[in-house]
């Protein structure tokens, strides 16, 4: 993408409104526009990184055995009166009226949708296990909404649900989403802690926030440092292996962590205390077994193996990769402006044309931007005519992970500059190789 055919409306000034750093660089790197309050557009740059993280999600959810589908924003009333939860809600749902007067809501969350989906389909125990996710726009009227993205009203949300015919196979379930979780978490560069959280009237140990350590987070959290530590489970984790799923699940929760809802002083204060991490942090998914709270009322029952009929036992799996956009930024950023992960880039490489009109860097950017784009990366190429340190604020603020510098001076000797934007590294390469030294 040259530079000045594409849409990046850059702030010079500081956003006064933004609190937290991530929504001070997410309006200056021209990522997201308010349109109302807890309501925003993604711009060209923005809607790249949301593109990229959902990458990440999707393939990490298949991989677990989860399948996408798609559901409506907009939801009917009446189905929301079968679980109980129409009037339940509270304000929090936005309610809709069409011009039957039919009464429709724009959906916080889609346990009841799912469960209509199932009840029509879905009849015996052949039919399970299943786990089928959508990522979807939800609409919750949140009484504060805050920090940009971090906490909208209308936001982006992955939300899986998992089927199974009894409690042993719903904890399988829960248990594979647990692993894709801290799959997605890791490859997006963060740490997610998952902790202990609230089951409500359900009871159980199933529910997990998983939770990263930041400065600006909402929640207070209590942790043992270890899990900082922790490996990722492995891509090739067998997830139909019962034990072994179960194995690296109970290492994960083998140590105290637990936000404040759940904190237990006394738990925390055995832990060493040089190993005590009391912090604060963002949520950024949320897994929860839910039992036959929905299959009941709605009646979603099956066929068990002697023929009786169960109500399907069910969870559901949370995580806002819009939130988690802000959460990356939070997580990762210097006084320069953003430092993306290699996974979650806009782009991969900034090609940087330090003197636009001269026949020599034009030529070698032309050619770099040939060859980086035949190999695949996703090239932003700074073709305007301006100043050097113009360019340079630009590539850092938008924080593209590699940087190739063209100019005059290098290219009399047949070099470029490559610069990595997480650690500041700058290499003088030989023209020629530029494009090998770039991996991502
Ligand atoms: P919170 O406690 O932060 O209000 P929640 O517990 O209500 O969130 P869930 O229903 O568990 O949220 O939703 C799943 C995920 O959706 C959360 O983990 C979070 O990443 C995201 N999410 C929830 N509410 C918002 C919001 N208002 N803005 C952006 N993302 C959100
Ligand atoms: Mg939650």
């Known amino acids: 993408m040259r530079l000045t055919r594409y849409f990046l409306p850059i702030l010079r000034e500081t956003p006064k409104e933004a609190e937290i750093v991530s929504h001070r660089l997410m309006l200056r790197a021209g990522m997201i526009r308010q349109q109302a309050a807890g309501s925003y557009s993604w711009l060209p740059l923005g809607l790249r990184v949301l593109d990229k993280i959902n990458r990440v999600i999707r393939e990490e959810q298949n991989r677990s055995g989860a399948i996408e589908l798609l559901m409506p924003t907009i939801q009917s009333a009446d189905l929301w009166r079968e679980s109980g939860r129409y009037e339940a809600y ?13 009464e429709m809501l724009y959906g916080p969350t889609n346990e009841e949708m799912i469960t209509d989906i199932l009840r029509a389909y879905v009849k015996s125990y ?32 992955k939300d899986a649900y998992s089927f199974d015919l009894d409690q042993a196979g719903a904890r399988h379930s829960y248990n594979k989403m647990f692993i894709a979780y801290l799959r997605t978490f890791a490859r997006l560069g963060l740490k997610a802690i998952p902790m202990r959280a609230d089951t ?7 529910s997990h926030e998983f939770i990263i350590l930041a400065s600006t987070g909402e929640s207070e959290v209590f942790c043992h440092k270890d899990y900082l530590d922790f490996g990722t489970p492995a891509e090739d984790t067998p997830f139909d292996e019962i034990g072994r799923v179960q194995e690296i699940v109970d290492k994960w929760t083998s140590l105290y962590a637990a936000t404040s809802e759940m904190h237990d002083e006394a738990a925390f204060n055995a832990i060493p205390e040089d190993r005590r ?31 009786q009929q169960v109500p ?3 969870g559901s799996y949370g995580i806002g990769p819009s939130r988690l ?52 990366f996703d090239v932003l190429y700074d073709d305007r005519d301006e100043r050097p340190g113009a360019k ?33 590294e700058r290499t003088l390469v030989p023209l020629a190789d530029a494009v090998a030294a770039i991996s991502i």
């Open 90 to 102: 509270g304000k929090e749902m936005l309610r809709i009226r069409d011009r039957h007067d039919r």
């Open 126 to 157: 052949k039919d399970l296990p299943l786990n089928l996710y959508h990522i979807q726009w939800k609409f919750r009227d949140e009484v504060r909404p805050r920090f940009g993205v971090m906490r909208s009203r209308e936001f982006l949300m």
């Open 200 to 206: 409500g009237p359900i009871g159980g140990d199933l």
């Open 277 to 307: 991490a009391s912090a604060r942090g963002i949520e950024v998914g949320h897994i929860f077994y839910f039992g036959t709270k929905y299959s009941e009322p709605m009646k979603a029952n099956v066929a068990t193996p002697d023929g």
């Open 312 to 314: 399907i036992h069910g």
């Open 325 to 376: 956009t802000a959460a990356l930024i939070e997580a990762s950023h210097d006084d320069a402006g953003i430092i993306w992960p290699d996974a979650a880039a806009p782009f991969s490489v900034a090609l940087l044309n330090l003197k636009q009109g001269d026949s020599a860097t034009d030529g070698a950017c032309a050619s770099l931007y040939q060859s980086l784009t035949a190999k695949g």
């Open 392 to 424: 340079f604020a630009t590539a850092d603020l938008i924080g593209i992970p590699w940087q190739i510098m063209v100019g005059p001076r290098g290219l009399a000797d047949g070099k470029v500059e490559i610069k990595r934007r997480a650690t500041g």
